[in-house]
């Protein structure tokens, strides 16, 4: 039992995405782009929880939470991102402010912003809680914990239907002592790259396809993709696939461009398929829009 969930949490560390997945991607770009903070023009709240691999002991179960508003107009943007993960005996709890600055580039409207993150992980294991059969193990009984600075940095280039992103949430990765170890490599650097464009197919159905790019360190390249419908500008539907790991179902609804409620379900295609029952994501999005900053066209980003 202890080499199982010893062995799931540290088994990202040389083959796979450290950081915590999203199917529902697109409505948390603050998360892995400080650049976002404020292209919204609106107080915009995201609370959204993920249940992964359902019935599979020691499975990750994460909590998002990020704010975010433009200030001076969309020149300047704030905004605070929480995550809490939990893998196995594995716990990582951040917290990150972030802060955009973006510039107009034309007569449509486009507009280009440089973000920069700044906040804390604390990373902590909890062998104590383990059933152990072999208590010569070296981390037998212990409880290890580390708390880390880190910064981010990221570009995003966006108008009213169309985004691209670059970003690295964490770019700093700790040296840490032999007695943590185990946590150096949840401390990796990543990057991300998005894009997103909508169309529109008739009078009452736009297509958004998005596609989330994730490069890690001695990891392969891996990316997930989006095709969402969305019928009278209310109610999103759409299908998702991660590269060689899951496929699954998304769907949004919007009311009045002020509650966003949704629900993703992920089904996997790898190996793991035969020992869990998919992965299950919820979505509350709130967005606050003054008087002075009234949405004068739909926003799908």
Not at 105 to 117: Q, V
């Amino acid at each position: 039992m202890f080499v199982v969930l010893f062995v799931v949490p540290l088994s990202s560390v040389s083959y796979g995405q450290q950081d915590e997945q999203l199917s529902l991607y697109n409505y948390n770009p603050l998360y892995y782009n400080p650049a976002y903070a404020g292209s919204k023009s609106a107080l915009s709240v995201v609370a959204m929880a993920r249940f992964q691999w359902v019935n599979f002991e020691g499975a990750p179960n994460t909590q998002f939470l990020s704010v975010h508003t433009p200030v001076m107009g969309q020149s300047l943007g704030m905004g605070l991102n929480l995550v809490n993960d939990q893998v196995g005996s594995r716990q990582r709890t951040a917290a990150y402010y972030n802060v955009s600055s973006g510039i107009r580039l034309n007569e449509k409207n486009d507009r280009l912003a440089f973000g920069l993150s700044v906040g804390m992980d604390v990373m902590s294991y909890d062998f104590s809680s383990l059933n152990v059969h072999d208590v010569s193990d070296p981390f037998y009984g212990q409880q290890l914990s580390t708390t880390k600075a880190n910064v981010g940095g990221g570009i995003y280039y966006y108008s009213d239907r169309h985004y691209v992103g670059v970003s690295s949430p964490r770019l700093l990765e700790s040296k840490a002592l032999d007695n943590e170890n185990v946590m150096t490599a949840l401390n990796k650097r990543h990057f991300f790259i998005s894009a997103g464009k909508v169309f529109d197919i008739n009078s009452v159905i736009k297509f958004k396809p998005t596609t989330l790019i994730k490069v890690t360190p001695n990891a392969p390249l891996t990316f997930d993709a989006n095709t969402n419908f969305l019928l009278y500008e209310r109610f999103w539907a759409g299908a998702f696939y991660r590269f060689h790991e899951a496929v699954g179902l998304n769907f949004v609804y919007n009311y009045k461009n002020f509650i966003h409620v949704g629900y993703g379900f992920e089904f996997p295609i790898n190996r793991l398929s035969s020992y869990q029952s998919g992965s299950h994501e919820v979505l509350l999005q709130i967005d606050i829009q003054s008087k002075k900053h009234l949405f004068t066209s739909p926003r799908y980003f």
